[in-house]
């Protein structure tokens, strides 16, 4: 069984530029599943990185790529694994 910190961190995090894409893995009683979380990061007045949401017409192709290898990600680990 996963220890608390472990649970407390994601699986995988694809960044492109300063878009993320947060792949994070839930045990349900279904089997596991995967969620994504876009997020922007962002530097705040005092310098200090904060993240958000929100998301302006240029970082959209960004997010975009961001998501798209979070998916790629998410189909390999859902794979079956295949024996040789």
């Known amino acids: ?14 960044r492109v ?5 947060v792949i994070w893995v839930n045990n349900t009683k279904n089997g596991v599943m995967h969620s994504v979380v876009p997020v922007r990061i962002y530097r705040n007045e005092a310098g200090d990185w904060e993240e958000t ?3 302006s017409g240029t970082e959209i192709l960004l997010m975009k790529e961001a998501l798209d290898r979070a998916f ?13």
């Open 1 to 14: 069984m996963a220890d608390s910190k472990s649970k407390n961190r994601p699986a995988h995090t694809v």
């Open 17 to 21: 530029g300063h878009c993320k894409a």
């Open 53 to 55: 949401h929100s998301l």
């Open 72 to 84: 790629d990600w998410v189909s390999q680990q859902e794979q079956p694994q295949q024996s040789e």
